[in-house]
T-cell receptor, first 111, second 111 residues
Framework: SQQGEEDPQALSIQEGENATMNCSYK?????LQWYRQNSGRGLVHLIL?????REKHSGRLRVTLDTSKKSSSLLITASRAADTASYFC???????????FGQGTRLTINP | DTAVSQTPKYLVTQMGNDKSIKCEQN?????MYWYKQDSKKFLKIMFS???????INETVPNRFSPKSPDKAHLNLHINSLELGDSAVYFC??????????FGSGTRLTVV
């Protein structure tokens, strides 16, 4: 399957701590994207990293990409209760014309 | 002003019925998608249209028929609904595969 795999499936941390989620994939990509889904809502695009980039920042988000290991990580620093959501990585595989989503990581921030 | 709007938000119907879900985007994007999210949160692409032309049909049963009257609209008609069709259906749009914008989803329950 081309589908990305995310690790861990669930993560529970205290407010203020950092949260790290990982994504692995199998074939060459054009870019990798991270999305957030709050309960009962649609997905919201967070950040995109291209295959020739190694790291990207957006506010409290930091994404890394290692194409040799076919993996990416999303770091959320100084977590807040409002960060509680499911986080999905999505890969734009070369020639695919679509995004393929991982199964997501359910992040719970405890106050 | 909602960027990608889909209706209805909830749909409860009996097995064997036919139902439609509508989607509209006001972003000027060329490509629209239907994704299905199952109870385990797996997101799987069903169809994509680029400027009214079908690009992707991911081996979806032919009871599912998408229709794109113009590039701002992509509707999904489902015939002879089955219990296994129960899921959340998301419409999305994009310009290329860079940063999808998702609707808020239609929760379909077949009883």
């Amino acid at each position: 399957s081309q589908q990305g795999e995310e690790d861990p499936q669930a993560l529970s941390i205290q407010e203020g701590e950092n949260a790290t989620m990982n994504c692995s994939y199998k074939t060459s990509i054009n870019n990798l994207q991270w999305y957030r889904q709050n309960s009962g809502r649609g997905l919201v695009h967070l950040i995109l990293i291209r295959s020739n980039e190694r790291e990207k920042h957006s506010g409290r988000l930091r994404v890394t990409l290692d194409t040799s290991k076919k993996s990416s990580s999303l770091l959320i620093t100084a977590s807040r209760a409002a960060d509680t959501a499911s986080y999905f990585c999505a890969t734009d595989f070369q020639g695919a014309q679509k995004l393929v989503f991982g199964q997501g990581t359910r992040l719970t921030i405890n106050p | 002003d909602t960027a990608v709007s889909q209706t209805p938000k909830y749909l409860v119907t009996q097995m064997g019925n036919d139902k439609s879900i509508k989607c509209e985007q006001n972003l000027g994007h060329d490509t629209m998608y239907w994704y299905k999210q199952d109870s385990k949160k797996f997101l799987k692409i069903m169809f994509s249209y680029n400027n009214k032309e079908l690009i992707i049909n991911e081996t979806v049963p032919n009871r599912f028929s998408p229709k794109s009257p113009d590039k701002a609209h992509l509707n999904l008609h489902i015939n002879s609904l089955e219990l296994g069709d129960s899921a959340v259906y998301f419409c999305a749009s994009s310009q290329g595969t860079v940063g999808y914008t998702f609707g808020s989803g239609t929760r379909l329950t077949v009883v």
